[in-house]
């Protein structure tokens, strides 16, 4: 783990509420860490509810008692296989895995942005018993998938599903219950502070009750890569995908060597993928920046506070005039310039920023140019 999240992390505001211990785990690449006790700060609860200063999480099958949530046990992720009492221990143990993680990445980027975010709303068993995925939804005219049947917060919501598969670990088996991955839960997290920083889709002004849900490239690399800082490992899906290979792109794994060349853009990709040459950008930048003996979390703060000057662009009054200007918000080029001005204002981090534009360089990033132009200069 790298020591910089968890000195920022130690100097977080305190904030009201009650410390409750509860167990969770951090995975690490291809190793499943045992769990270990923890402490949220709550501040207050319900038979299915969870409030936290920084979050509401629910579950609609029932929140456990407070005193008992230091003994709950993963159960190998519960699952259809396994019997009543072990699926109750796994989803209560999700519970507290959620939250903690929900609370320490949501910290994280509140000291560093030095404000909170708005509350995230995290709905645990969504979607029906079926559904293993995670998602970060907005209050939608209407959605790709998945309906949503209530109203969703307009601040954002991440649904995690109950999960749907068992994944083989070592010589046993895990259910794969997305309350129970980190990594799942800080991509999803990334979204809600990609809303509330660059605001890519320029959500904060359309109707709260009918923003998008579109993604881009940017906003996932983004949520990748903070995911592999909040998880201290670039291999932020190598215990639920570890079955897939390292160059598998769906593996999604930061520490690969993708450059402009692999982007593709438009509207029928997975961006996702197209997201991966962002964030492994990101991740080789840190890297560099911390070779020069600069502190990783100098770099995230950089990073977000790049991101919220992005979101404070004022859009035409005319929404037909928003897609150029959103579009322009979404090149890589434009963040990496507005993350050197933000580098640039950090103690002594002249040889850093140097090192961070090489960094990106060397993956075909450059400023001052259109994606389409980076990608065509990288197959050059
Ligand atoms: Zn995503």
Redesign the pocket.
Known sequence: MSSSVWSALSTAPAVGGRNIAVRAHLPRGGAEAEPVERTVVVLEADDNCLVLPEAVVIDPLGIPSLDSLASTHPAGGGGPLAGMEDRRRAREYGVGNAAWHVQRGLRYVASLLERPLPVLTVRLNAHGADWGGG??RLPAAQYSELIEPRDVASAGEVHLGAGRRYLPIGAGRYFAAPSHNAAIIY??L??HVCRHTADFRGNRHRDPAAQTNL?TGI??GT?DYLAAVLLGTPDIYGWHRGDRSDADPRRRRLDTVTTMAAFRGGRDVD??LD?TVWATALWSARLAWQACRLEGAAFDAALLRALDHLGQEVLSADPAEWTPMLRRRRYFSTALAALLDEAQAQPGAHAGVSAVETAFAERGVVVGQSNAALREAARR
Do not use: F, Q
């Open positions: 998602h970060y991509h999803e990334g979204h993604r906003e996932e949520c961006p996702h997201g």
